[in-house]
């Protein structure tokens, strides 16, 4: 009878173990990639710009972060009445941004499309800018943005399974609430740069259980 006890409670921890795996909690990156203005100026110039992140994971598929921004967006108009023909915002933002991965809601273990796939992600935040805009009547004031997030990340285990690098390809639709990123006060629509991305991960600290495997 001990015999039989014994090896049932092995096999529920065995199909416990099987059915559970350990993940990073926390995550630091950085990259960088071009902006681009859609303001009143109606040329939609590319500027630079290097990012990094620093994010919380509360399961491998949901996490939650703060990310800095430092570089330039830039616009040009053709209208006479534009006292100043073109724009260079020298910017700097901070914000806090949530991220849900697609294999917090699919079973990425039927095929392997599904599993390549669960990196997908689609995120929103809050947060501030900071304008340094050439030739602006105000050249610096500071503004509220929302940005919205779509991207993707893949991670490479390393020898004991876990993911602990990987790369991180993002494009982020960011809003200004004030319409302050091109230095015009009277402002015909709402102010919004764009930001596409390429970056590394790296993946560290205290280990958390998930009820999904995730190789």
């Known amino acids: 009878m001990k015999a039989i006890f014994t090896s049932i409670l092995a096999l529920l921890l065995c199909l416990t173990a099987t059915a559970q795996s350990n993940f990073y909690?926390?995550?630091?990156?950085?990259?960088?990639?071009?902006?681009?203005?859609?303001?009143?100026?109606?040329?939609?110039k590319f500027g630079k710009s290097i990012y990094g992140v620093g994010e919380f994971f509360f399961t491998p598929f949901i996490s939650l972060g703060g990310e800095g921004q430092i570089g330039r967006i830039k616009?040009?108009?053709?209208?006479?009445?534009?006292?100043?023909?073109?724009?260079?915002?020298?910017?700097?933002?901070?914000?806090?941004?949530?991220?849900?991965?697609?294999?917090a809601l699919i079973d990425y273990k039927r095929n392997g499309f599904s599993n390549?796939?669960?990196?997908?992600y689609m995120g929103a935040g809050l947060g501030g800018i900071l304008n340094n805009i050439s030739g602006a009547e105000t050249p610096k004031t500071k503004d509220i943005i929302i940005p919205l997030n779509i991207g993707y990340t893949y991670y490479f285990p390393n020898k004991a399974g876990y993911y602990r690098y990987?790369?991180?390809?993002?494009?982020?639709s960011t809003i200004s609430l004030?319409?302050?990123?091109?230095?015009?006060?009277?402002?015909?629509?709402?102010?919004?740069?764009?930001?596409?991305?390429?970056?590394?991960?790296?993946?560290?600290?205290?280990?958390?259980?998930?009820?999904?495997?995730?190789?």
């Not at 990639?33 to 100026?41: E, N």
């Not at 390549?116 to 997908?120: E, F, Q, S």
């Open 25 to 44: 909690k926390l995550s630091l990156g950085g990259g960088g990639g071009l902006t681009q203005s859609f303001t009143d100026y109606e040329k939609y």
């Open 116 to 120: 390549t796939i669960k990196g997908l």
């Open 178 to 215: 004030d319409g302050g990123l091109d230095g015009r006060e009277e402002t015909s629509h709402t102010d919004i740069y764009t930001y596409f991305s390429i970056g590394i991960r790296y993946q560290f600290g205290p280990m958390g259980l998930s009820t999904k495997t995730l190789y």
């Open 166 to 172: 990987g790369i991180n390809a993002n494009y982020q």
């Open 75 to 103: 616009g040009e108009s053709r209208d006479p009445a534009f006292e100043t023909p073109q724009f260079v915002n020298a910017y700097k933002s901070l914000t806090i941004n949530a991220k849900l991965y697609l294999g």
